[in-house]
Structure formats: structure tokens, C-alpha cells
């Protein structure tokens, strides 16, 4: 799981700022039919002025296998899911575009940045479940989110698998207003479900075939999650590529805006 900007400033940050601790729980590990799944939660150095983006690529694939290899007698590679929202969320999608044989399903939520026909073709064999909120003030949802769901509805090879879930207004999980329509990653510490048990209220999702989906508690995202496999068997095969001259320095001044950005955010409250 990917954390968004400004969830990345300390060591920890990206754990104490999202709702993935309950996901270790022993009623969320139980839906997965191995009985249980590891949680990875990798931490962007922001602290550094380093944020996600192009040059993270092969040091997060990298961490990924690392911790993979660290447990390779528990893990099912052909199982490995990834989502983040917000600029996690756009990390998600860089990813899933240049390793799209490594992932099995992908959940960017309000995704930062925009997707090409060429991302998406990339990755046409993961099945994508996107999150926004139409009301979301950083991401909008008519100008991003629908034109990358009409391009998954267009290439992607599994839409029976894809999903798109829209807000109205973003709730927590007990009902109350979150406060932040593009905090969409509130939603999902149960599971898609609220503390109750019962389907969030104001969202409606459906498949790449235009079909609204419902949820009956407990199947919700692990669920569809754990439904995802692909093909991956070399769980050990590290990428050492390396980034150009130019390709860091705009990757630095990326960084320096989105610096700008995150402080943006704190002003008014969206971190």
C-alpha cells in the first residue's frame, strides 16, 4: 500500500497515517482464502524532498522483491496486489504500467496525474479497481478519473474484473463525514464495509461492462483481491536500471512542486 503525500514525512508515518494496521487483524486475514496475506507498507522519504515518482520505480520494485524474498515460503507470487492513494495512487498506475506481469489486481484511489491509452494498454491484463469521489477538490473526477476508467472499459482484457467507485461525499466507517472528499483511503480499513458490517452509503461501483456491482458483507475488496491472480513465478529477478541525467534533474524540480504542494495541502487541511 502506497501512501499519499504528506504521509510520508517521518519513519512510520505512512503506517500511523492510514487504516492498513487493521487489515493484520485476524477477521480481515481470515477472507483470504490462504488463510491470511502480508502487508507492505513502504515509505517514500519525503523528509528528503523525495517523492513518488519515475525514479522510485526500480527501488520500490527492489523492496517489494527484497521483502518477498524475506518470506518466500508464505508467499504466492502469482498473488501480488498494489494500491495507494493520491500520489500512492499514481504510483500505483507507474508501476502497474511498467511491471504489469508482477501484479495481479491494482486499487489506485484518487490518483494524482493523468493516465495515457499507453498506460493503461501496458497494463491490460491486471485487473484495476479505481476510487475517487466527485467531489474530490485535488482530483478531478471528470477530467481524470472518467477518461481513465472509459480507457480501461476500452483495453483492459479482464473488464468483468475492473471496477470504478464513486463518491458523493467520502464517509469513515462509521457513517460520519470524512471531512476530506479526497481521503477516499478512509473507506477501506474495513474492508469496504462500514463498522457495521453493512455497504458505505453514497458510492456507487460497477464493472467494465457498465454493471452495477453490490456488496454483501464480509465480500468486499479482499475479496475481489484474492478472486486476481497472474501468471508471476521469478519472485528474484531485481531490475537495475538506471536513471539519466535529465531524468533526474526533472524529477528534482517534480519534487520541488510537489514539496510546494504537500505544504499546500497542510494549510488547508487535505493531509
Not at 13 to 38: I, K, N, P, T, V
Not at 83 to 99: D, F, H, L, Q, V
Request: net charge negative; with cysteine.
Amino acid at each position: 500500500y502506497l501512501h499519499g503525500i504528506g504521509h510520508g514525512s517521518a519513519v512510520g508515518s505512512q503506517l500511523a497515517d492510514s487504516d492498513m494496521a487493521y487489515w493484520s487483524c485476524a477477521e480481515l486475514q481470515a477472507r483470504w482464502s490462504a488463510g491470511g496475506a502480508f502487508i507492505l507498507l513502504p515509505r517514500c522519504p519525503e523528509n528528503k524532498v523525495q517523492y513518488w515518482n519515475t525514479s522510485m520505480l526500480v527501488p520500490l520494485r527492489r523492496c517489494i522483491d527484497d521483502f518477498i524474498a524475506a518470506h518466500s515460503a508464505n508467499v504466492d507470487t502469482t498473488r501480488i496486489y498494489i494500491g495507494g492513494c493520491s500520489a500512492g495512487g499514481e504510483m500505483t498506475w507507474n508501476m502497474i504500467a511498467r511491471y504489469p506481469e508482477y501484479f495481479a489486481g491494482a486499487f489506485p484511489m484518487s490518483a494524482t496525474g493523468t493516465r495515457s491509452a499507453n498506460d493503461v494498454k501496458a497494463a491490460r491484463d491486471v485487473s484495476i479497481w479505481l476510487f475517487d469521489s466527485w467531489l474530490d477538490p485535488i482530483v478531478s473526477y471528470t477530467t481524470a478519473i472518467l477518461p481513465t476508467w472509459q480507457l480501461i472499459r476500452k483495453y483492459n482484457s479482464l473488464p468483468e474484473n475492473c471496477r470504478l467507485s464513486t463518491f458523493d461525499m467520502v464517509r469513515n466507517p462509521d457513517g460520519s463525514l470524512a471531512g476530506e472528499n479526497h481521503r477516499v483511503f478512509q473507506t477501506i480499513n474495513y474492508d469496504f464495509f462500514t463498522i457495521d458490517g453493512k455497504p458505505y452509503p453514497d458510492v456507487m461501483t460497477v464493472d467494465g461492462y457498465d454493471n452495477e456491482v453490490t456488496f454483501t458483507y464480509p465480500n468486499g475488496m479482499i475479496s475481489w483481491m484474492d478472486a486476481q491472480h497472474s501468471e508471476f513465478e521469478d519472485a528474484n529477478r531485481i531490475e537495475s536500471g538506471k536513471t539519466g541525467f535529465f531524468a533526474k534533474v526533472l524529477n528534482a524540480i517534480r519534487n520541488f512542486f510537489l514539496k510546494i504542494g504537500n505544504l499546500f495541502q497542510k494549510l488547508f487541511g487535505f493531509v
